[in-house]
Antibody, heavy 118, light 107 residues
């Protein structure tokens, strides 16, 4: 069974940092492009970043560029999102997600809540 | 960035109704359009990919159509478990963008 389990969320002050992890099981992470998508409280879905299977290509939303870094450890079957210089507007549930067929997301984690507040 | 606009933003319908949700892109995206269903407090679930392909395990009462810049998601004979929020999403170019969502509520 494919599973994605995020961790690392929590409460952080503006300007602080957090690293989110996403542990994958039931499939081989290195065969898939992976994404982070976030959803603010009561808001819609917003794509954040993606990384190719070889970790040679990454892309970011403008709102997080130069502050967030996506990475992966295929040997550990784990995806990461390093978030620096956090802002109040980064408050959201962050989902780890797997890309497949037709460039769609077929599996999502349960999400981890990041709250940026003083 | 490609803007995705869904209509309506919300609708009320009864069990058994036919429901259609429209998604418009700000430019042509070929058929790189996906649909997701999200229930409160849960992760989204993929329903349709590349506009009209039904994801494995999704009931056949869901269907999608369209190409270019206009797309529709249709639910024939709405079931109680279909009350949720639906999002379209383009994967034609990065940044991937989602519609604002359509909340389907019980009439």
């Amino acid at each position: 069974e494919v599973q994605l389990v995020e961790s690392g969320g929590g409460l952080v002050q503006p300007g602080g940092s957090l690293r989110l992890s996403c542990a994958a099981s039931g499939f081989t992470l290195n065969s898939y492009w992976m994404h982070w998508v976030r959803q603010g409280p009561g808001k819609g879905l917003v794509w954040v970043s993606h990384i190719n299977s070889e970790e040679t290509f990454t892309t970011y939303a403008d709102s997080v560029k130069d502050r967030f870094t996506i990475s992966r450890d295929n040997a550990k079957n784990t995806l990461y999102l390093q978030m620096n210089s956090l802002r109040v507007e980064d408050t959201a549930v962050y989902y780890c997600a797997r890309e497949v067929r037709g460039r769609a997301i077929d599996y999502w984690g349960q999400g981890t809540l990041v709250t940026v507040s003083s | 960035d490609i803007q995705m606009t869904q209509s309506p933003s919300s609708l009320s319908a009864s069990v058994g109704d036919r429901v259609t949700i429209t998604c418009r892109a700000s430019q042509s995206i070929s058929t790189y359009l996906n649909w997701y269903q999200q229930k409160a407090g849960k992760a989204p679930k993929l329903l349709m990919y590349t506009s009209s392909s039904l994801q494995s395990g999704v009931p056949s009462r869901f269907s999608g159509s369209g190409s270019g810049a206009e797309f529709t998601l249709t639910i024939t004979s709405l079931q109680p478990e279909d009350f949720a929020t639906y999002y379209c999403q383009q994967s034609y170019s990065t940044p991937w963008t989602f519609g604002q969502g359509t909340k389907v509520e019980i009439k």
